[in-house]
């Protein structure tokens, strides 16, 4: 792995482990949950990314797309980052929507999100590691 600056490695770290416990919730059938730690698991990564490709020290913002178009995601990758980007609210906050937030989510849902943050994480990690 390249040596990265602390806040690099910080935010691609924290990112990493979100998206363990992502697997790990999604395997208990907790799939609001799993929703939400892989929208944190992107974030964190992109953040990481930008991080990476500049000389800033500190990432304001959580809306995935933002973050995917400052870190130069490939346009392919913005279908999904635009669905998983609100699950940060919806997935934990019963007033966003008129249902409760756990059962909004099933395992096909929570599988698609899942499948983006690895694929989003693997991309970043061919550039960071």
Same mark, same amino acid.
């Given at each position: 792995?390249?040596?990265?600056?602390?806040?690099?490695k910080n935010w691609w770290e924290q990112g =990493?482990?979100?998206?363990? =416990?992502?697997?790990?919730?999604?395997?208990?059938?907790? !799939?609001?949950?799993?929703?939400?730690?892989?929208?944190?698991?992107?974030?964190? *990564?992109?953040?990481?990314?930008?991080?990476?490709? *500049?000389?800033? =020290?500190?990432?304001?913002?959580? *809306?995935?797309?933002y973050l995917g178009k400052q870190a130069k995601?490939?346009?392919? !990758? !913005?279908?999904?980052?635009?669905?998983?980007?609100?699950?940060? !609210?919806? *997935?934990?906050?019963?007033?966003?929507?008129?249902?409760?937030p756990y059962e909004l989510y099933d395992d096909?849902?929570?599988?698609?999100?899942?499948?983006?943050?690895?694929?989003?994480?693997?991309?970043?990690?061919?550039?960071?590691?």
């Amino acid at each position: 792995m390249t040596e990265l600056r602390r806040e690099i490695k910080n935010w691609w770290e924290q990112g =990493k482990n979100d998206l363990k =416990k992502a697997k790990v919730l999604f395997n208990t059938q907790n !799939f609001d949950g799993t929703a939400f730690y892989c929208q944190q698991a992107v974030e964190k *990564s992109l953040k990481a990314l930008i991080l990476f490709k *500049s000389k800033e =020290k500190k990432i304001e913002g959580h *809306s995935l797309v933002y973050l995917g178009k400052q870190a130069k995601m490939p346009d392919n !990758f !913005f279908p999904s980052l635009r669905k998983l980007s609100p699950q940060y !609210f919806i *997935s934990r906050y019963p007033d966003v929507t008129e249902e409760i937030p756990y059962e909004l989510y099933d395992d096909i849902v929570a599988k698609e999100f899942l499948d983006t943050a690895e694929k989003v994480i693997l991309r970043i990690k061919k550039q960071l590691e």
